[in-house]
């Protein structure tokens, strides 16, 4: 293809992403990708021939080039992989019925495995179903059914599974899945269309396993014939969509409840960055979980604010956890772009408990004084939790004036997860130089370089990085660094020695 011709696709392809996402995904765009076309009998075919991919359900495929150096960081920093679902996945299962569901391996930003990680992939899975009480809405261990689970078997019209799969789960290629029977053990006949099934898809963590991947959460409805059900899609779409999220067993360590506990969390992932959980939201969280182990009541009474939320997932998890110790937790305030929060609102709902938990969800555009002030009118900020928001340069100046004014000098700590991927050495410069001028910067486990504590590092210490014994919500990525080459870095306002700052407008 010509510069031209490519040129133009690219436009086109730039043209229906939002600006942040195509920042985000300006350098993983190719110019010469072939549509593929998504048919579950040949897909593995068709995917083998291409192994550079991003992950875009339901959407052509577009693949990237191998000799482009850009796409290396994208790997290089990428040892969390997600399991994720690469075509609908059949919204109601029978009772008593073999079922299948195919699996993909992609990484946060839905890049395939490839090369020698790719072939020689093998990650075991089980699989586990999930209901949600209908009375506490918690969702946990299905009581009333068992599922049982083997390889995809061998079928005569498909070549590719001539192989002997050994495994549930993934067998090189990065590409997998399994088959699954539920089975009724209780002898009860339920309502079955009105409890909300998931099933939860685990790796093993066993010594098979050469890849580190997140859990994946597929709702599904049962039925004792072929009913449809329900489903997270908006009724009418029940297999327009791929429907698939994260479950996060709370660690039993810390809840009170005598059943294991999950927070589920939608993903969209064909809408952009707000869409899909990010590594940095997984090690934030983790820190918070940690504290509130030693310190149970710590954040009761706070302010917290998970600023540019996505799904949700550090908000909604760290609200799970204190419900589930016995206390009301922080006051927390969610955030994001306001065609982001639509997101947040359904994860808010898919584990809302019914009583009153003190969440607000807010829009906050970065750069938007009004924006900020309308949450710091509600209550002075004690936290602020920022996660991967610290990819586009053009935004630095406006992302700090937020910082800026959600903060309250010795009141007021940020915690900003920050994982390096395809930022220039000088714009991360820029970006840090420019935040020094109005607040203290250290590393979270640089306690040597930490300015004097706000108020509530007063009374519960500061956040500490984590031993891997102390990881829980990544706890099956065993094999790389339990960070992810995520950084925290924890900022505190300056005393003002001027009024009030002029940030440029971005
Ligand atoms: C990489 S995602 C991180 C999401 C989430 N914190 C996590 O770690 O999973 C970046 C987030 O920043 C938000 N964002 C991008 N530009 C923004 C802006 N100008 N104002 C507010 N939020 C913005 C996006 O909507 C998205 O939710």
């Not at 839905?110 to 918690?138: P, V």
């Not at 049982?148 to 061998?154: D, E, V, Y």
């Not at 099934?197 to 580190?212: A, E, G, W």
């Not at 607040?439 to 306690?447: R, S």
């Amino acid at each position: 293809m010509n510069m031209k011709k490519r040129l133009t696709l690219r436009k086109r392809k730039l043209k229906g992403m939002n600006h942040s996402d195509r920042l985000l995904t300006r350098r993983m765009v190719v110019f010469f990708s072939q549509p593929v076309v998504i048919d579950t009998r040949n897909q593995q075919k068709l995917l083998a021939d291409q192994p550079w991919e991003i992950y875009c359900p339901l959407k052509n495929r577009t693949s990237l080039n191998e000799d482009e150096g850009y796409s290396r960081p994208l790997y290089q920093h990428s040892t969390f992989y997600r399991i994720v679902l690469p075509c609908p996945h059949q919204a109601t299962a029978e009772i008593e019925k073999w079922h299948r569901i195919r699996l993909e391996l992609v990484n946060e930003f839905g890049l395939s495995l490839f090369g020698a990680q790719a072939t020689e992939c093998a990650l075991e899975l089980r699989c586990e179903l999930l209901s949600q009480n209908i009375d506490s809405k918690n969702w946990q261990h299905d009581t009333e059914h068992s599922i049982h689970i083997r390889p995809i078997q061998a079928d005569r019209w498909d070549i590719l599974n001539n192989q002997t799969i050994k495994w549930p789960g993934f067998f090189g290629g990065g590409h997998g899945g399994f088959e699954y029977i539920i089975r009724n053990v209780s002898g009860k006949q339920r309502h079955l269309t009105k409890t909300k099934y998931v099933l939860h898809c685990i790796p093993t963590n066993n010594t098979k396993q050469t890849v580190d991947a997140l859990s994946l959460a597929v709702p599904i409805s049962l039925s004792n014939n072929s009913l449809t059900g329900y489903n997270w899609q908006e009724s009418g779409h029940e297999y327009s969509k791929v429907d698939m999220g994260r479950a996060f067993m709370l660690d039993p360590r810390l809840t009170r409840a005598k059943k294991d506990i999950f927070c589920m969390i939608r993903e969209v992932w064909d809408a952009g960055t707000p869409g899909k959980l990010w590594d940095s939201a997984l090690v934030i969280a983790d820190l918070i979980a940690n504290r509130l182990k030693q310190q149970p009541r710590c954040l009761e009474k706070c302010h917290v604010v998970d600023l540019s939320a996505g799904t949700g997932c550090v908000g909604l998890l760290i609200k799970a956890m204190c419900r589930s110790m016995g206390n009301r937790g922080p006051k927390m305030t969610l955030t994001d772009l306001p065609e982001a929060l639509g997101l947040i609102r359904r994860n808010y709902r898919l584990n809302q408990s019914g009583i009153d938990d003190q969440v607000q969800i807010e829009q906050l555009r970065w750069g938007v004084e009004a924006d900020a002030r309308r949450v710091t009118a509600k209550a002075q900020v004690d936290i602020v939790l920022a996660s991967d928001v610290l990819y586009v340069p053009h935004a630095f100046e406006s992302l700090i004036a937020t910082l800026y004014h959600l903060s309250t000098s010795h009141r007021t700590v940020v915690y900003l997860a920050y994982k390096r991927r395809e930022l220039r050495d000088c714009d991360e410069a820029r970006f840090f130089n420019r935040c020094s001028q109005y607040f203290h910067i250290n590393l979270v486990q640089d306690l040597s370089q930490m300015s004097p504590p706000v108020y509530w590092e007063q009374r519960f210490g500061p956040l500490l990085s984590l031993s891997p014994l102390e990881i829980w919500f990544s706890r099956h990525l065993t094999h790389a660094n339990q960070q992810g080459h995520v950084q925290v870095y924890r900022l505190v306002k300056k005393p003002a020695l001027f009024d009030s700052p002029k940030f440029r407008q971005t």
